[in-house]
Structures are given as C-alpha cells and as structure tokens.
Nanobody, 124 residues
C-alpha cells in the first residue's frame, strides 16, 4: 500500500522560507514523476512543481519559478519542496503526489497517489 506523508508546513511571514518533506513508502521510488500541488481556500487544486526522480528533470508553475525548488533524496525515499521568498498568495494546503508517469505534467489527473496535505500559511 502506497503512503505519502507530508511534513514541514507551518506559519511564516512574507519573505520567509519553509521546506516541505514527503516520505514515500510502499512505492517504487523513481518509477515515475512525483510532484507538489496546492489548494488555497475556495480555489481548485493546482500544480506547483514536479520531478522525475531518476534523472531529476523538473517542472515548475510560473507563479513559483525562481522561488521554489523541488528535490529528492533517493536513499530516504523522500521528496522535498524548498520554498523561499514566500508570499501571502502561497497560503494553501500543500499535497505530495506520486505515480505521475513519465511526462511530469502539473495535472492532477496524471497522478495516482496522494498525501493528506500540510498547511502553509504566509502572513503579510
């Protein structure tokens, strides 16, 4: 059974940083794309960043380019999202996703497995 467990969320002031982690178990790490998505109150879930673990190919939403970095630790089966220069509009529940095939598109429908999410709140 695949389990994705996010951690690292919290509250931070604008301009601050947070690092999210996603520990994967029961999943063949490196077998497909993994990604981070977020959902703000009253809005649809949207893709933030994705990575193909075996070659570290990455993709980012325009709204986070230059501020967020997705990375992995293969030995720990853990995915990360380093978030710098945070803005109030980054406030959302952040979800880890896996099983995204090989194209690493930021599309919800591409991913088979999801974590339960971690809250990120950025105050102005």
């Amino acid at each position: 059974q695949v389990q994705l467990v996010e951690s690292g969320g919290g509250s931070v002031q604008a301009g601050g940083s947070l690092r999210l982690s996603c520990a994967a178990s029961g999943y063949t790490y490196g077998s497909g794309c993994m990604g981070w998505f977020r959902q703000a109150p009253g809005k649809e879930r949207e893709g933030v960043a994705s990575i193909y673990p075996s070659v570290s190919t990455t993709r980012y939403a325009d709204s986070v380019k230059g501020r967020f970095t997705i990375s992995q630790d293969n030995a720990k089966n853990t995915l990360y999202l380093q978030m710098n220069s945070l803005k109030p509009e980054d406030t959302a529940v952040y979800y880890c996703a896996a099983g995204g095939g090989m194209w690493c598109r930021l599309r919800i429908s591409d991913y088979n497995y999801w974590g339960q999410g971690t809250q990120v709140t950025v105050s102005s």
